[in-house]
């Protein structure tokens, strides 16, 4: 049980400077007990005006102590007989959110029914942890039925597994309660207190001049081949440990936790697996978001590239894929982290460009000899510049094209590529790399803030 240092309590809310796992945060609850006062009915178990005013409380205290916010939270809501005053609690709880963003990590977790207005506190949280069991949406079943028609229920609306798979909205879906307060303790040991400090080393045997003959294994026999690009990233980490973010959300890019020689670091690679490794627009958002708070929190990046491109369609051109594509590009390119690439087969095009290229800043680009970095592949190529070719000589021109073109070493003529190196050295050179870097310090010009294209 965690033990309070400085507590409040007010209303339904609950304030607490405290330990979770050994680590220090500030940690505000909100439960739906009844209210004796109120009776009984949905006002015993509704939010307060002095509720919003406690959780902005613990936002501010978060910012003054510089400690990470941790909230818990299962409300049904505002009570509507409370009026506007109501609102503005949570109103002053939401800009003392943003105000933290990028100086202290914000973790919400969710026990229950989080609805309406207070829903968008999700959206404001660095890492969102639901149990099986909570749902949270901005409107509910009732409000759909009437606007649309369409019947629905809360969980087939807004229940964790919905947020987990197809919004993306829950980062991490976990059992209970207390599964959840492990999970939360887990995240803190992973990442620093405030913006101004290194995350905490971990405890590893782990030698980082370890060899990883098994990495290069997993690469298939033909170049369009599947594989889980999961069995090389834990190659590379200490003890095989990764904690991914949003697993089944935008599968085709893979974002997580992990360490390596006992530093805590961020990793993005493309999956194979999941349409060919291709980005797409909720996979764009997934990187731009984790890349972000990586830069925001001091962790060094560590990129695994396998993409043949974007993934194309009318659809996707149509909800904006230039804009979501550009928040990955936007986000590798103002990150100030240490970071390391490593491309492993395809690098293509666009995608070679946002999955932190050199020229996008990268510090240390790494390629096994599988690599093929270019514009695109050869069939397309060679159907784009010898149109007129017969069969017989397009695939002549394809394999000479592959030969000339789609290795390594072309790009590191070019400056692309530092280095080729063998797959069983990985872990060693990704070590050796962000030993060398762990005392870079970069800073951005001055100016109000950015306008990331959102």
């Known amino acids: 049980m965690p033990v309070a240092l400085r507590a409040r309590t007010a209303g339904k809310a609950k304030l607490v400077v405290t330990e979770l796992e050994g680590r220090p945060c500030v940690l505000v609850t909100i439960s739906r007990e009844p209210d004796p006062d109120l009776g009984a009915g949905p006002a015993s178990t509704a939010l307060s005006p002095s509720d919003g005013e406690t959780v902005a409380a613990a936002a501010d205290e978060a910012f003054a102590r510089r400690l990470p916010l941790v909230l818990f939270v299962s409300t049904n809501g505002i009570n509507p007989a409370d009026g506007a005053g109501a609102l503005h609690g949570w109103g002053q709880a939401a800009r003392a959110m943003v105000r933290n963003s990028g100086i202290v990590p914000f973790i919400a977790v969710t026990t229950g029914p989080l609805t309406a207005g207070l829903s968008l506190v999700l959206g404001l949280a660095d890492i969102v942890v639901m149990t099986q069991d909570s749902y949270s949406f901005v409107s509910g079943p009732r409000m759909v039925e009437q606007f649309t028609g369409i019947g629905t229920d809360r969980h087939d609306l807004g229940g964790a597994g919905v947020h987990e798979r ?68 834990t190659t590379v980490v200490d003890d095989d440990y990764l904690l991914e973010l949003r697993p089944t959300w935008a599968a085709n890019l893979v974002t997580a936790f992990s ?130 070719a017969s069969a017989e000589e397009r695939a002549e021109l394809e394999i000479a094209y592959e030969d000339r073109l789609l290795n390594p070493y072309v790009a590191a003529e070019r400056g692309s590529i530092e280095q080729v190196i063998d797959p069983a050295s990985t872990r060693r050179e990704v070590g050796a790399a962000l030993e060398m870097l762990a005392t870079k310090r970069e800073r951005l010009p001055r100016r109000r803030h950015d306008n990331s294209p959102l």
């Open 259 to 388: 360490t390596v020689g006992g530093r805590p670091v961020g990793i993005v690679a493309n999956q194979p697996q999941t349409v060919a490794g291709t980005l797409d627009i909720a996979a764009s958002q997934k990187g731009a978001r984790f890349v972000a708070m990586c830069d925001a929190f001091n962790l060094p990046l560590v990129t695994f590239v396998d993409t043949s491109g974007f993934y194309p369609g009318k659809d996707l051109e149509w909800r904006g894929m230039i804009r979501y594509g550009a928040q990955l590009a936007f986000a590798y390119a103002r990150a100030t982290v240490p970071r390391v690439n490593i491309t492993l087969r395809k690098s293509y095009g666009g995608a070679y460009i946002v999955m932190d290229s050199k020229h996008m800043g990268n510090d240390v680009a790494l390629a096994w000899p599988s690599a093929e970095i270019a514009v695109m592949g050869a069939k397309g190529a060679v159907e784009i510049l010898h149109r007129r």
């Open 166 to 233: 197809i919004s993306g909205v829950a980062s991490l879906v976990v059992a209970d309660e207390a599964e959840a307060t492990n999970t939360v303790g887990e995240l803190l040991s992973l990442l620093p207190s405030h913006t101004d400090e290194l995350a905490p080393l971990s405890a590893t045997t782990d030698r980082i001049d370890r060899s990883t003959p098994g990495a290069y294994a997993v690469l298939p026999d033909t170049p369009t081949g599947s594989y889980d690009v999961r069995d090389i990233i």
